[in-house]
């Protein structure tokens, strides 16, 4: 029996890749069904797998004692690989595809404004909680200002300006309050901020970004509303990769 | 053959161009990293697909290359957040929570800000000449 035992594990371990497709494919499966099921779609599918994720993490981290979650245990290396920063760039890249520059003229002026002070705002808010939260060096509280940007802003900013893994967790854990804030608050508040138009969907695109975030939320509000959100929102997480771990670095290192 | 590899490969091109003026920049800065490659890597991708002389040079299918990695993007944060660091987190756990949220109120108040400058949409003017 253990002998079978060994060869399963030996074929996941020396798979480690592949495992991961189909680990992160159960996962997906789970966390659609939870979400489906138990909570009504109120919660989208990714945003319980990346929660689902984050608690692996944790359990991997508390079992082996290692800083890389899930993947620090033998058979579950592979998701290292899969969420290591190569695919996560060029995944990252490829969901700009589809986004038109003629749209980006037509959205003009104000989605671009919006844009940019939606990335400050979040950075500056995230790097003061940061602050009041007891950090005090430059890369910390820069990773958890551009974790509250996106989950992905952090993590890029993170490794580029090599801040400590902990502290990259935490942004990607900011990150993702964030994109559950937005999917939950937004149909509660839609039509009290003015949230009926393609204009203002543009702007709220821009200052919240995220594009599973927003677009899931402007699907919840009104399903005209999503291509001008998710049009803007698919530019934040770039726009935020360029900004955060240069200029908003430099500033907060200027300031702390 | 599958022309999806086409699509896949500008990706790549596009990605190895991003993190060349990424690292120029990293250079220039003196940080000596990548700094912002992915998003001049985005920037370039779509001038690439918004280029018509690029863009009509590109085979309908592939397209489908880029779309398939784009459909990967979950999936990759899904394994990307798997292998944080979250146990050694978890002690910041009310910081994630109280800076996710204050974000997104901000966020929110900023909007009916924003739309005080926004001209009239074409749905607001459509609906006035209707009533008029």
């Known amino acids: ?256 | 053959m599958n022309l999806m590899i086409y699509g896949v490969a500008l990706l790549a091109g596009c990605a190895f161009l991003g993190s060349f003026f990424g690292n120029l920049l990293g250079l220039l800065t003196g940080l000596n990293s990548d700094i912002g490659g992915v998003g001049f890597t985005m920037i370039f991708l779509l001038l690439a697909t918004n280029t018509p002389q690029i863009a009509s040079r590109l085979p309908k299918g592939s397209s489908e290359g880029i779309h398939f990695w784009k459909a990967m993007f979950i999936p990759v944060v899904i394994a990307m957040a798997a292998s944080q660091n979250v146990y050694k987190a978890i002690s910041g756990g009310w910081l994630a929570l109280v800076a996710g949220v204050s974000v997104v109120l901000v966020s929110f108040l900023l909007i009916p800000v924003f739309n005080k400058f926004a001209p009239k949409s074409a749905e607001q003017v459509d609906s006035k000449e209707a009533e008029a």
């Open chain 1, 1 to 256: 029996m253990s002998a079978i035992l060994d060869i399963v594990v030996g074929i996941f371990t020396k798979n480690g890749f592949v495992m991961s497709f189909l680990m992160i494919g159960i996962l997906s499966y789970l966390a659609t069904l939870i979400s489906d099921k138990l909570l009504r779609g109120r919660i989208p599918g990714s945003a319980v797998a990346i929660f689902f994720g984050l608690i692996l993490a944790y359990i991997g981290g508390a079992i082996s004692g290692g800083d890389k979650g899930i993947s620090d245990i033998g058979i579950f290396a592979g998701v290292g690989v899969l969420g290591a920063s190569t695919l996560r760039d060029f995944t990252i890249i490829a969901t700009a595809y589809g986004a038109k520059l003629s749209e980006i003229k037509k959205c003009g002026f104000l989605g671009v404004i919006a844009l940019l002070i939606g990335i400050l705002s979040s950075y500056i808010v995230g790097a003061l909680i940061a602050v009041a939260f007891g950090y005090t060096d430059a890369a910390s509280v820069s990773t958890i200002g551009a974790g509250a940007v996106t989950f992905v802003v952090g993590p890029v900013t993170g490794a580029a300006i090599g801040a400590d893994s902990t502290v990259i967790a935490l942004s990607v854990a900011t990150g993702l309050v964030k994109s559950v804030s937005i999917m939950l608050l937004t149909p509660l508040v839609a039509k009290k901020i003015g949230l009926t138009t393609p204009q203002a969907a543009i702007v709220f695109g821009g200052l919240v970004g995220s594009v599973s975030g927003t677009s899931t939320a402007l699907a919840s509000v009104d399903k005209k509303l999503v291509p001008y959100g998710a049009m803007i929102a698919t530019f934040y997480t770039g726009v935020g990769c360029l900004l955060c771990p240069s200029v908003l670095y430099f500033l907060t290192n200027l300031i702390l």
